[in-house]
């Protein structure tokens, strides 16, 4: 059995069905999956940038103008602690948010959790971690 089959399977354990869309109730389900067994402290960090990185990142904007933003908005670059899941799944577009605090600088943030992936490649919480992202950005 492959990597992906054995990360697939993990996810219908989690979910209870073979039918893996990405709804409110699999979210829901995911969410108090993942509440139940995540270590903590787990130490967060961004998967590729953020949304209003973008520009930054791909050269259209001012470095100078992306180093300010960075002291107020969070950004891919920057480790997290994380606080704790938000109950409250809003939307299917960005899933289960997570409340984080920066290391740098203790500001907190709220951040779509499908974004993040822990620090500590070698815990348990890197697996549970990539396998909500790549479950939610592929069955969604």
Same mark, same amino acid.
């Given at each position: 059995?492959?990597?992906?089959?054995?990360?697939?399977?993990?996810?219908?354990?989690?979910?209870?069905?073979?039918?893996?869309?990405?709804?409110?109730?699999?979210?829901?389900?995911?969410?108090?999956?993942?509440?139940?067994?995540?270590?903590?402290?787990?130490?967060?960090?961004?998967?590729?940038?953020?949304?209003?990185?973008?520009?930054?990142?791909?050269?259209?904007?001012?470095?100078? &103008? @992306?180093?300010?933003?960075?002291?107020?908005?969070?950004?891919?670059? +920057? *480790?997290?602690?994380? %606080?704790?899941?938000?109950? =409250?799944?809003?939307? &299917? @577009?960005?899933?289960?948010?997570?409340?984080?605090?920066?290391?740098? +600088? *203790?500001?907190?943030? %709220?951040?779509?959790?499908? =974004?993040?992936?822990?620090?500590?490649?070698?815990?348990?919480?890197?697996?549970?971690?990539?396998?909500?992202?790549?479950?939610?950005?592929?069955?969604?």
């Amino acid at each position: 059995m492959g990597k992906y089959e054995k990360q697939e399977n993990r996810i219908i354990v989690i979910l209870g069905t073979k039918k893996l869309d990405v709804t409110r109730k699999t979210l829901n389900t995911y969410l108090q999956y993942l509440k139940n067994h995540i270590e903590v402290p787990c130490q967060l960090t961004g998967i590729e940038d953020f949304e209003w990185e973008e520009a930054y990142v791909f050269g259209f904007g001012s470095k100078r &103008e @992306y180093e300010e933003l960075k002291k107020t908005q969070p950004s891919y670059t +920057d *480790k997290f602690n994380l %606080i704790d899941f938000i109950d =409250d799944i809003d939307d &299917e @577009y960005d899933g289960i948010f997570v409340n984080v605090q920066r290391l740098s +600088d *203790k500001k907190q943030f %709220i951040l779509p959790l499908a =974004d993040l992936k822990s620090t500590d490649k070698k815990s348990k919480n890197y697996q549970l971690l990539d396998d909500y992202s790549v479950w939610f950005v592929n069955n969604r």
